[in-house]
């Protein structure tokens, strides 16, 4: 199977499947999966079902592992994001091109020296071109629409941020803000699979516009988690998926 969905927040299945347990190194992962036009497409609930795992403490190397032991070559993901970009108003669906790492305590790698040894990977294009354009080209076709390519900070949490937090974040030219892409993105590249994900915008953050806890991220997610799925589906069941199509397999500097 080389095709995964990984649903972040309030996106917790995508239909008729069955459930299939990994064992990795790093821990055990479920994995659902369903039968979409003859072809397995592996579905993974970054935060557990029904939401139990908060963003700091969500297994990413487990979840990662899992899905390249299963095969997987292709994942998109879903994330919910704040905006601190005006441009970018909630409701709003963004595709990440690049990411701010703030984040503080969480394993980054699968390469802690000893037996997996010292690795480094690039990050010029940290999110795949292919999928992304892909993802594009699909949209037009669902009527998904897509609101611009968005630069990602990924926070810690599970707090949201302060609003000088925000001011700086801004400045330093991002656009969303979420808990989760950072290290979901760099440990798929480390395994050498490409990886696009797509922000769901739920809400302005800290000190942009009103308040954060008036919005309504649960019915945000709802209302747009259908077409989004539905438009990764297209794309992953596009003939345009290649590993040649870009540099994710290649990526790795090992030493
Ligand atoms: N900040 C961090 N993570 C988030 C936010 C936010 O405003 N909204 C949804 N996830």
């Known amino acids: 199977m080389e095709k995964a969905i990984i649903g972040g927040t309030g ?11 990994i064992k990795t190194e790093y821990g055990r992962v479920i994995v659902d999966i369903a039968k979409i036009n003859g ?55 963004v595709v990440l091109k690049d990411f701010i ?4 305590v969480r394993p ?7 037996k997996n040894g010292v690795a480094h990977v690039t990050m010029d294009a940290p999110y795949c071109p292919n999928l992304r354009e892909t993802f594009f080209k699909c949209a037009q076709k669902t009527g998904l629409q897509i609101k611009g390519h968005a630069v990602y900070v990924s926070t810690e949490g599970p707090r949201f941020e302060t609003a000088h937090e925000i001011k700086m974040y ?27 994900a797509v922000g769901i915008i739920t809400n302005w953050c800290t ?25 990764f589906i297209l794309a992953l069941n596009s003939e345009k998926l290649s590993q040649y199509a870009c540099k994710c397999k290649a990526s790795l500097l090992k030493l």
């Open 170 to 196: 801004k400045m330093l030219g991002g656009d969303v803000v979420g808990m989760t892409n950072v290290p979901e993105v760099v440990l798929a590249k480390e395994l050498g699979m490409c990886y696009q």
């Open 207 to 231: 000190g942009i516009k009103g308040d954060v806890i008036d919005h309504d991220i649960k019915g945000i997610m709802e209302k747009n988690k259908a077409l989004v799925t539905e438009t």
């Open 101 to 104: 790492d703030f984040t503080k």
């Open 39 to 93: 072809e397995e497409i592996a579905f993974l609930a970054r935060h557990g079902k029904g939401h139990s795992v908060p963003p700091h403490l969500i297994n990413y190397r487990a979840n990662m592992r899992a899905l390249r032991d299963l095969g997987i070559k292709y994942i998109y993901a879903t994330c919910a994001v704040g905006s601190c970009n005006e441009s970018f108003v909630p409701s709003d669906v």
């Open 108 to 114: 980054l790698t699968f390469y802690e020296g000893s």
């Open 11 to 21: 996106v917790y299945e995508i239909g008729k499947s069955s459930q299939q347990e």
